[in-house]
């Protein structure tokens, strides 16, 4: 059975930086591609940073490139996400994932994905 379990939201001002982290059993990194969306209320989700495979590639959607670093150790099983220069518009529910797919449609085929973690970032 898959479990994802994040870890490090919480409440920072804009401009500060935050990690966050994600625990995973019972999955191969191998097999699956692992990243992060998130979820502002009222709003659609965001697919936010993901990490390939074979870890050499990471998409980022364009609202935090440059911004957002998404890295994994394959080793501890953990999935980070280092987020920095943080904007208001940042704030949302953020969920690690996991899916077979690689590319934009990721969403859409979810495998797995923890309960999310809050962050909410102050203007």
């Known amino acids: 059975q898959v479990q994802m379990v994040e870890h490090g939201g919480g409440l920072v001002q804009a401009g500060e930086s935050l990690r966050l982290a994600c625990a995973v059993s019972?999955?191969?990194?191998?097999?699956?591609?692992t990243g992060w969306f998130r979820q502002a209320p009222g709003k659609e989700r965001e697919g936010v940073a993901l990490v390939k495979w074979s870890g050499e590639e990471t998409l980022y959607a364009d609202s935090v490139k440059g911004r957002f670093t998404a890295s994994r150790d394959k080793t501890k099983k953990l999935l980070y996400l280092q987020m920095n220069s943080l904007k208001p518009e940042d704030t949302a529910t953020y969920y690690c994932?996991?899916?077979?797919?690689?590319?934009?449609?990721?969403?859409?085929?979810?495998?797995?994905w923890g309960q999310g973690t809050l962050v909410t970032v102050s203007s």
């Open positions: 994932a996991a899916s077979l797919v690689y590319g934009g449609s990721w969403l859409k085929s979810l495998d797995a």
């Open positions: 019972g999955l191969n990194f191998d097999d699956y591609a």
